[in-house]
């Protein structure tokens, strides 16, 4: 039931900007962190940013940390990513998910169809 849709993906050249957007349903979606993650190819996944409750709190990782932007608006149960100065390495299939953790590990709900985000001159 749980279900991301994620979108604003596409082609951008270096330096250039995007706008990622990530529409939830089937949770409460208040009372999650959330979090954006990327999977280049022949990498792992990777969470870039992550978002608390009520936007309270951020975190990024240092590869985004002063480029990208998270966001959330619980009214729309939805979450956005703001890329600015991209680089080729940020080429990656970009997924939003809920940041759960349980005793044997970390959580999650299905991943969506995530959004290709391909930085190319």
């Known amino acids: 039931q749980v279900q991301f849709v994620e979108s604003g993906g596409g082609l951008v050249q270096p330096g250039g900007s995007l706008r990622l957007s990530c529409e939830a349903s089937g949770l409460m979606f208040t009372a999650y962190d959330m979090g954006w993650y990327r999977r280049a190819p022949g990498k792992e996944r990777e969470l870039v940013a992550s978002i608390g409750i009520r936007g309270e709190t951020t975190n990024y990782s240092q590869s985004v940390k002063g480029r990208f932007t998270i966001s959330r608006d619980d009214w729309k149960s939805a979450i956005f990513l703001e890329m600015h100065s991209v680089k080729p390495e940020d080429t990656a299939m970009y997924y939003c998910?809920?940041?759960?953790?349980?005793?044997?590990?970390?959580?999650?709900?299905?991943w969506g169809q995530g959004t290709q985000v391909t930085v190319s001159a």
């Open positions: 998910n809920a940041l759960t953790t349980k005793q044997d590990g970390p959580f999650f709900h299905s």
